[in-house]
Nanobody, 112 residues
Framework: EVQLVESGGALVQPGGSLRLSCAAS????????MTWVRQAPGKGLEWVSE????????TYADSVKGRFTISRDNAKNTLYLQMNSLKPEDTAVYYC?????WGQGTQVTVSG
């Protein structure tokens, strides 16, 4: 069974940092590009960042470029999203996805 489990979400003050993790199982993680997507309250899904299977090619939404860093550890079957200089508009549920499989999401709230 394919599983993606996000963690690391929290309440953080503006300007703070968080690192999200996505633990993958049930498929050959190293063979898949991975994506982070978020959904702010009352809004639709927003693509955030994507990383190729080998971890060498990254893309970011303009809204997070220069502040967020996507990475992966294929030995640990884990995807990461390092988020720095957080803003209130980054408040959302963050999901990792292969494009077909999705995790349950982790809540990030930037307030204070």
């Amino acid at each position: 069974e394919v599983q993606l489990v996000e963690s690391g979400g929290a309440l953080v003050q503006p300007g703070g940092s968080l690192r999200l993790s996505c633990a993958a199982s049930g498929f050959t993680f190293r063979g898949y590009a991975m994506t982070w997507v978020r959904q702010a309250p009352g809004k639709g899904l927003e693509w955030v960042s994507e990383l190729d299977s080998g971890g060498g090619s990254t893309t970011y939404a303009d809204s997070v470029k220069g502040r967020f860093t996507i990475s992966r550890d294929n030995a640990k079957n884990t995807l990461y999203l390092q988020m720095n200089s957080l803003k209130p508009e980054d408040t959302a549920v963050y999901y990792c996805t292969t494009g077909r499989a999705w995790g349950q999401g982790t809540q990030v709230t930037v307030s204070g």
